[in-house]
Nanobody, 122 residues
């Protein structure tokens, strides 16, 4: 069992930065692929980034490439999403998730946090 708690969201102006954190509990955290997704009102849940259990490989959605960086601190059981050059279209609830498989599909993720709101003003 893995429990996930996100933090770090908020209101920021376009062009600004935020760093989201996802604190995980559970002994098996280090063996899971960790992902970030986002969901805007009226839209489907969208993949943002993922990182291998070892932290050696990452994957970013096209919308995040060059702007967002995912990382993990195995000692702290925490995953981060550094978001730079934010745009109004990045406004969404950002959710952290854990999976036993390497995937960009939300259905492949077994555990989810409750999310943190990110709002980017123009």
């Amino acid at each position: 069992q893995v429990q996930l708690v996100e933090s770090g969201g908020g209101l920021v102006q376009a062009g600004g930065s935020l760093r989201l954190s996802c604190a995980a509990s559970g002994r098996m955290f280090s063996s899971y692929v960790m992902g970030w997704f986002r969901q805007a009102p009226g839209k489907e849940r969208e993949f943002v980034a993922a990182i291998m259990s070892s932290g050696g490989s990452t994957s970013n959605a096209d919308s995040a490439k060059g702007r967002f960086t995912i990382s993990r601190d195995r000692a702290k059981n925490t995953v981060y999403l550094q978001m730079n050059s934010l745009k109004p279209e990045d406004t969404a609830v950002y959710l952290c998730a854990a999976s036993r498989t390497w995937s960009q599909r939300a259905t492949q993720y077994d555990y989810w946090g409750q999310g943190t709101q990110v709002t980017v003003s123009s």
